[in-house]
C-alpha cells in the first residue's frame, strides 16, 4: 500500500529561473512534492522538464530562485550549495534513474547496488549484504552474480532501482525510467519503483512522455516553454 503524502513539501522550488544564452529553459517555476508523494513531470521536448529536474537534484544551479530540501539536519538551500556540498547532497539523500540505468556493466548486479554505500565508507561486506537485501525486495534475489549484460532490460531498470534507494534517499528522481522499454515490461519497472519509493514513504520526481506512466502518479505537471501551464492530481 502506499503511504499517504503528508501536506508539508519534502522538496520545493520556488521563482526557478534558468536560461542558456537567450534561451529560456525555466521561466519562473515553483515546484513542491511531499513525503509518500510522486509527482510526474511531462511535456513536449525542449518544455524544460529535464532542466527542472536537474535544478531540483542539484546537478545544475538556476540562475535564480530557491531549491530547498527538508533533511534530518533541517532544512537545506540547495540551489546556493557549492558543488562538493551538492555531490555529497545527491549522494546522501537523493537517489536517481535514468532511461539507460548507467550501471556499469564490469561489476554485479548486487556490486552496481552496493557501490554507493562504498563511496560514502560503507564496508564492502555490509554494503554488498545491504544491496542483497534490496535485490530481493525487487525481484531479484538470485541474480546478484549477473553482470548487466546478463540482465533483461526491465531486470537492469530494476537494478537502478535498488542502487538509487539503497543510501536512504529521501527522494528519487527518474529521467524516462521506461523509455527503453516495452509496454509489459514498462508496467513491472514501475510497479517495482512505486512499490519501493512511495510505498516507503519516500518522494518520486519522474520525467516522462509516457501517459500511463505518469497516471501512476499522484499527481501531474504540466511544462511547456519553461512554465508551468497544467497540473493534475490523477484519480
Known amino acids: 500500500m502506499t503511504a499517504a503524502p503528508s501536506s508539508s513539501p519534502v522538496l ?5 529561473v534558468k536560461t542558456y544564452g537567450t534561451a529560456v529553459a525555466l521561466g519562473g517555476v515553483d ?8 509527482v510526474a513531470i511531462m511535456g513536449a521536448s525542449g518544455s524544460g522538464k529535464t532542466t527542472l529536474l536537474h535544478c531540483l537534484a542539484g546537478i545544475i ?3 535564480s ?9 533541517g532544512l537545506v538551500d540547495v540551489a546556493t550549495l557549492s558543488e562538493k556540498e551538492r555531490s555529497r547532497l545527491r549522494r546522501e539523500s537523493f537517489g536517481f534513474v535514468f532511461q539507460q540505468g548507467f550501471l556499469l ?3 554485479t548486479a548486487v556490486e552496481n547496488v552496493a557501490l554507493p554505500l562504498m563511496l560514502g565508507g560503507t564496508a564492502r561486506a555490509q554494503a554488498e549484504q545491504e544491496a542483497a537485501g534490496w535485490l530481493a525486495a525487487l525481484g531479484l534475489a538470485g541474480f546478484e552474480t549477473r553482470r548487466i549484460g546478463q540482465l533483461s532490460g526491465g ?3 530494476r537494478v537502478a532501482i535498488a542502487r538509487a534507494q539503497v543510501t536512504g534517499a529521501s527522494v528519487v ?4 525510467p521506461t523509455g527503453a522499454l516495452d509496454s509489459n515490461t514498462s508496467a513491472e519497472v514501475m510497479d517495482a519503483l512505486i512499490g519501493s519509493t512511495t510505498g516507503r514513504g519516500r518522494s518520486l520526481v519522474v520525467v516522462t512522455h509516457d501517459e500511463n506512466v505518469a497516471a501512476r502518479c499522484s499527481r501531474v505537471v504540466q511544462l511547456a516553454d519553461g512554465r508551468i501551464v497544467d497540473e ?4
Open 105 to 107: 556493466p564490469e561489476l
Open 12 to 16: 520545493s522550488a520556488g521563482s526557478l
Open 173 to 176: 528522481f527518474a529521467d524516462e
Open 65 to 73: 530562485g530557491t531549491v530547498r530540501l527538508v533533511a534530518p539536519s
Open 155 to 157: 531486470q537492469a531498470q
Open 61 to 63: 544551479q538556476p540562475d
Open 232 to 235: 493534475a492530481v490523477t484519480a
Open 31 to 38: 515546484f513542491r512534492v511531499a513525503a509518500g508523494e510522486s
